[in-house]
């Protein structure tokens, strides 16, 4: 039996995450409800075309309050805060808003996923990095940070575990499609499509979340750039003592080949932009980018913050549906 899915929020993540969802058709997940302030009509033209993206092909038609989505229909909730259980939800996601997560669990919903730092997150979690420490008794409300810093992470674990890492600082380059901590960053104001913008981040602070014994020495900086999607992260790490380029390199292809399969990937390819729109993985690494200065290294990690993020919230569904008490 399938686990029960509800999206709460359709804009870009949540329509990115409904397509994301059907095109794997994970056999143990299943759409049932969406909550959006816009009726099923718009957000059926919405998932048809995608400018970032291109147009999506899978039958969509509109039937009353449902998304007919292929042989599936989708319920659309309008009310600010639905009753997810009315809705046969089993499973909600906050795609982008504020929850009450507590007031979800006490309604009946069985676990809810929030997309970004949630305080009421028992744990933050993504598959590939630290799903050993999922208990779904005790973890019910499960957080996934942004997607430079599981990319930051994916690059920082490998090298943790290989050398050990002093410190590090993380720089965020992301398109004109990335969130900030600060919105109200006068920065912002200013046209994303002609400028370089420097951005608040928490990337640091959330590399710090996903591995603990990291926690305190991870630093970070954003930058907007004038891309439409993808990012690119650079780690700049201080070990305890000197690697080559060859050893990181080896390093990094063994967890991309090992632990981190799925999650990170690496290339002996020049590497631009363009080349990871689309991918499925949450970090590309360039081999040919790595550096080294005795104890001091650089590492570029390549990612889509839409689609390869979301394929890490669709593995940790997955997870959690299959663990589900009582199934």
């Known amino acids: 039996m399938r686990a029960r899915i509800g999206l709460d929020g359709m804009d870009r993540p949540g329509r990115q995450?409904?397509?994301?969802?059907?095109?794997?058709?994970?056999?143990?997940?299943?759409?049932?409800?969406?909550?959006?302030?816009?009726?099923?009509?718009?957000?059926?033209?919405?998932?048809?075309h995608d400018s970032t993206h291109g147009a999506w092909d899978h039958?969509?038609?509109?039937?009353?309050?449902?998304?007919?989505?292929?042989?599936?229909?989708?319920?659309?909730?309008?009310?600010?805060?639905?009753?997810?259980?009315?809705?046969?939800?089993?499973?909600?996601?906050?795609?982008?808003?504020?929850?009450?997560?507590?007031?979800?669990?006490?309604?009946?919903?069985?676990?809810?996923?929030v997309l970004g730092e949630s305080a009421d997150a028992d744990l933050a979690l993504v598959p590939g990095l630290n799903e050993d420490e999922y208990d779904a008794t005790r973890h019910r409300v499960l957080s996934v940070p942004s997607a430079a810093a599981v990319c930051a992470a994916a690059v920082l674990q490998p090298l943790d575990r290989a050398f050990g890492v002093v410190s590090a600082s993380v720089t965020a380059l992301g398109g004109r499609h990335s969130s900030t901590a600060d919105p109200d960053d006068p920065r912002l104001l200013r046209d994303l499509a002609v400028n370089l913008v420097p951005a608040a981040s928490r990337v640091g602070t959330e590399v710090g979340v996903l591995l603990p014994a990291l926690e305190g020495r991870v630093t970070g900086a954003a930058l907007r750039v004038p891309v439409v999607d993808t990012g690119l992260v650079e780690v700049t790490a201080r070990l305890p003592a000197p690697a080559t380029v060859g050893q990181l390199r080896r390093v990094l292809r063994t967890a991309a080949d090992g632990p981190g399969k799925g999650l990170?990937?690496?290339?002996?390819?020049?590497?631009?932009?363009?080349?990871?729109?689309?991918?499925?993985?949450?970090?590309?690494?360039?081999?040919?980018?790595?550096?080294?200065?005795?104890?001091?290294?650089?590492?570029?990690?390549?990612?889509?913050?839409?689609?390869?993020?979301?394929?890490?919230?669709?593995?940790?569904?997955?997870?959690?549906?299959?663990?589900?008490?009582?199934r």
């Open 59 to 113: 039958r969509i038609e509109v039937v009353g309050d449902h998304l007919g989505v292929d042989d599936g229909t989708i319920r659309v909730l309008r009310a600010e805060r639905p009753h997810w259980p009315s809705a046969d939800v089993e499973i909600v996601v906050a795609t982008g808003r504020a929850v009450d997560a507590p007031v979800l669990l006490d309604e009946g919903v069985a676990s809810v996923v």
């Open 264 to 326: 990170l990937t690496s290339t002996d390819e020049p590497t631009v932009s363009r080349d990871v729109l689309g991918a499925a993985e949450s970090c590309r690494v360039d081999l040919g980018t790595v550096r080294s200065c005795g104890e001091l290294v650089v590492v570029q990690g390549w990612h889509d913050p839409e689609v390869g993020h979301l394929h890490r919230v669709a593995d940790l569904l997955g997870m959690v549906a299959r663990l589900l008490p009582g």
């Open 17 to 48: 995450l409904l397509r994301t969802l059907v095109d794997r058709d994970d056999p143990d997940l299943q759409i049932v409800a969406v909550r959006d302030d816009a009726p099923a009509s718009r957000l059926a033209a919405r998932l048809r």
